[in-house]
């Protein structure tokens, strides 16, 4: 059915049509495609006529955007010289590395699967036994100390659950090595951890060396442990207490599945969203991914492991010898083996861990270069497309997951193409004005009205395009290594608790610095053509407009690359329930505002400020909906009022010192222990907006970053130059 309806769709599109027609028949599709698309919102798809609408609306912007391909390959490629027809070819074919990503991203979401939570037996007996596996290798204490304990909390029968932790840290090779400082350091860590896992009744692992990465690790632990069923978790990753509640029944309703992945949830931004001030206020960038495209690949069963918040059958892993190593993306090349075996996975749309991001745009550059690495030798190792075994479904999502990270490509050509013909007079595309009204204008509209159709529940229009603009200069150099050698990547750790004493610029920021140049004297030399060089001037107009889209994506680059403070390292997220001050004999009742594991934010009537002048010692009490209760100790740290609250921060400690492990595990299970909590936070910022007011957000942070950016700059430039406080932190402050 898909493959005729394809076919006839490109049929259609290659019909030849009078510029008059072609400009009236873009014209009723874009209409009815804006007809279309409040119905098919509304409807959605979980009906016939919800589908159909879906249908229609996709099939109608994949039909425009096809036509104007066609035109683009037979009217419009540039003949002038050899050097035009190559820039212009190279033009033509990122556009059409674009429209190859479009068009599977659609298929891929043609419809997204929720899936429901698959219920346990009432006898325990039945239920399969799970080993908890967490993988580290250069975490603090504090921080893995905060993952054990939630994994501890986790509701399932003690005795089918055995909780690890897997010391990369602290192997043999790492506590033998020559460097003396860095041989201390390790021998460290190892009774430090064997310590903290010994208080938790936990156990812990290492091994003699360091190989294979993450993967090597978790495949040194798999011959030493003996559960049914294995939930990996990443270091910073505290699960919540339903997480196998919600994931292990799908195991006992189908003995073919290999895999249950739920969303990775992030209570801290990314370092773009922390230094344009977005976390919270739009969806994260992640998140097209975890809520959109994973419900697409589930109902194609081709959702695949992510590395970390998954279930995985232990006897499945043991058939495929542990989790593949030929890839720095063992995750994702571990499941594109069991798929091609038969096996099926699961997806379960619930966070049910909340972690942490890269703090740094360094750090973000390092995560991404390893996931581009990766997806790019599992396209060029294990292609998709040859893989027996698979469906061809499965086959076009794998495809469609490991392409995409090859966008810097052609995010670098729509940079440097309209340079070319400004400073050049280079031909890129050979067109008047109607025939862009007719085809070009239309396709673009038609693609904001996809994609916003398609994702803008969890992406606002432009986000995308700015992140590849952001990335894509560093990116570049990693995906053509990994093309030319394909083994030769090696497993990057992505550093997580970085903290920074101040603003800083990111030292990556001259490559931006130099394009942002460029393309300003790109504009300036076209400036010029308009008034000097007749008989251009469509194409100078367009190719102008082109260019200063470029130069706000790069703008917005700059706000990105100011590395804003970032001083705490646990972080704190919202939580609002009942609480109550002791304070002189009496209780003074009041709200908590927000959390972390090593202090509360609490808000009281602002009458009470007298009663709590001097007072620095003293207790909380906090009652969650469900009726549990904490009461803790507090250090009072900071007090504010104005006319309607009194805001007090408290810190998680007592006189005598820190507080003991059972109130610890109290406050990890009270904070980070509910789903629903992570489930209220990630609906509140997964809001559709429309194509329109997220052009006026963006347009609004990348401006008023950009500025900020240029005065620091400035001030830079006045005084003596400060280094930036950067470093990795190994306890809590």
């Known amino acids: 059915m898909i493959a005729l309806t394809s076919l006839g769709l490109l049929a259609l599109a290659a019909m030849p049509l009078a510029l008059r027609d072609q400009l009236l028949l873009a014209a009723a599709l874009l209409v009815a495609m804006l007809s279309l698309r409040p119905a098919a ?104 100390e905060t993952t054990l304990l939630g994994a501890r909390n986790i509701d399932y029968p003690r005795e089918k659950l ?3 932790l897997l010391d990369d840290g602290g192997t043999l090779e790492k506590r033998h090595q020559r460097d003396p ?58 699960p919540t207490r339903d997480i196998l509640h919600n994931t292990v029944g799908w195991f006992l309703r189908n003995p073919k599945l290999f895999l249950v992945q739920t969303p990775h949830f992030f209570l801290s931004p990314d370092p773009i969203e922390k230094n344009l001030a977005t976390f919270q206020q739009m969806p994260s960038e992640q998140e097209m991914f975890y809520t959109n495209i994973q419900r697409g690949l589930d109902f194609w069963n081709a959702s695949f492991f992510c590395g970390s918040a998954a279930v995985l059958r232990r006897s499945c892993l043991d058939e495929v010898g542990g989790l593949a190593g030929d890839t720095i993306t063992e995750d994702a090349e571990t499941a594109l083996e069991l798929h091609r075996r038969g096996y099926d996975s699961a997806y379960i749309w619930r966070p049910m861990i909340a972690g942490l991001q890269p703090e740094t745009f360094s750090s973000l550059v390092t995560q991404r270069a390893r996931w581009a690495q990766g997806m790019t030798q599992l396209l060029l190792l ?36 309209p340079l070319a013909y400004l400073f050049f007079g280079l031909g890129i595309f050979d067109a008047d004005f109607i025939e862009l009204l007719a085809y070009m204008i239309p396709h673009l509209i038609g693609v904001l009205i996809l994609i916003d159709y398609l994702y803008g529940n969890a992406r606002w229009s432009f986000v995308s395009e700015f992140y590849e603009t952001a990335l894509s200069l560093f990116l570049i150099k990693p995906l053509i290594t990994v093309i030319r050698k394909p083994r030769a990547p090696h497993f990057a750790v992505t550093a997580k608790g970085e903290v920074a004493g101040q603003d ?30 007749p008989g251009s001037l469509v194409t100078d107009l367009v190719t102008l407009f082109w260019a200063s889209l470029n130069l706000l994506l790069l703008a917005g680059a700059l706000g990105a690359l100011l590395e804003r403070q970032q001083r705490r390292v646990t972080p704190r997220f919202p939580f609002a329930v009942q609480a109550s001050l002791y304070c002189a004999g009496d209780w003074i009742a009041g709200r908590t505002s927000d959390l972390s594991v090593e202090g509360v934010g609490l808000v009281l009537d602002p009458s009470e400020r007298e009663r709590l002048a001097g007072l620095r010692w003293t207790r909380i009490s906090m009652t969650v909906p469900d009726g ?26 007592t006189p005598e010192g820190q507080l003991t492990t059972a109130e610890k595990a109290a406050v990890v299970r009270l904070g ?62």
């Open 41 to 144: 919102l509304r409807q959605l798809y979980v009906s016939n006529l919800g589908l159909l609408l879906r249908f229609l609306l996709l099939t109608l912007g994949l039909f425009i955007s096809t036509r104007y391909l066609l035109w683009r390959l037979l009217y419009t490629l540039p003949t002038d010289t050899g050097l035009d027809f190559v820039l212009g070819l190279a033009l033509y074919l990122g556009e059409v590395f674009a429209f190859a990503i479009l068009v599977l991203g659609v298929f891929v979401s043609l419809r997204p699967m929720t899936r429901s939570v698959a219920p346990l037996p009432d006898d325990e007996s039945c239920w399969p036994s799970v080993d908890v596996l967490i993988p580290s290798y250069n975490e603090s204490a504090e921080l893995l």
């Open 162 to 164: 055995t909780i690890y």
């Open 181 to 238: 400082e860095r041989r201390r350091a390790a021998q460290q860590r190892h009774r430090q951890l064997m310590a903290l896992c010994e208080r938790l009744n936990l156990r812990y692992l290492t091994r003699e060396r360091n190989h294979s990465a993450k993967a090597g690790n978790l495949n040194d632990a798999l011959p030493k442990i003996q559960g049914d069923l294995v939930l990996i978790l990443d270091a910073d990753h505290v």
């Open 382 to 417: 294990k292609n998709p497309l040859r893989a027996a075994g698979m469906r061809w479904w499965q086959r076009l999502c794998y495809l469609n997951s490991m392409l995409f990270w090859w966008f810097p490509f052609a995010r670098l050509v729509f940079l440097f193409a």
């Open 504 to 533: 800083f610029i990111s030292p990556l920021v001259r490559p931006i610095y130099w394009l942002l140049a460029l393309t300003l004297a790109g504009i300036l030399a076209g400036v010029l053509r308009v008034t000097l060089v």
């Open 628 to 653: 549990e209760s904490l009461e803790l100790s507090v250090e009072l740290v900071d007090m504010q009022t104005d006319e309607r609250s009194l805001r007090l921060g408290c810190r998680f400690a």
């Open 672 to 733: 980070y222990g509910n789903s629903d909590q992570w489930r209220a936070m990630l609906l509140a910022r997964n809001r559709r907006v429309g194509i329109v007011p997220a052009f006026r957000s963006m347009l609004d942070l990348v401006l008023r970053r950009a500025l900020a950016h240029l005065l620091c700059v400035i001030r830079r430039s006045r005084r003596r130059p400060v280094q930036p406080l950067v470093e990795p932190i190994s306890r809590s402050v």
